[in-house]
């Protein structure tokens, strides 16, 4: 249900956030909540990996950064 889907986009956002800290963008503290700070670092993270920059952690940012 929604709630479901809210943690699984809490759950990447938090995932990828840490990653692309890693990568030297200042995202802010991985916490979950999808801010200014987490929208920054997902976007950082789309540049890097030459995907559109929308701003939204999909699953084809996270498999990229898995390495996969």
């Known amino acids: ?3 479901e889907g809210r943690a699984r986009r809490t759950g990447r956002a938090t995932e990828v956030r840490r ?3 890693g990568q030297g963008v ?5 916490d979950g909540k999808v801010g200014a700070g987490t929208r ?3 976007k950082a993270g789309q540049l890097n ?3 559109p920059a929308d701003s939204w ?3 084809d940012l ?3 950064m898995r390495g996969s």
């Open 57 to 59: 952690p999909t699953l």
């Open 49 to 51: 990996y030459k995907l």
């Open 26 to 30: 200042n995202g802010g503290e991985a």
């Open 1 to 3: 249900g929604a709630t």
């Open 62 to 64: 996270i498999a990229r």
């Open 40 to 42: 920054k670092a997902i």
């Open 19 to 21: 990653a692309v800290n």
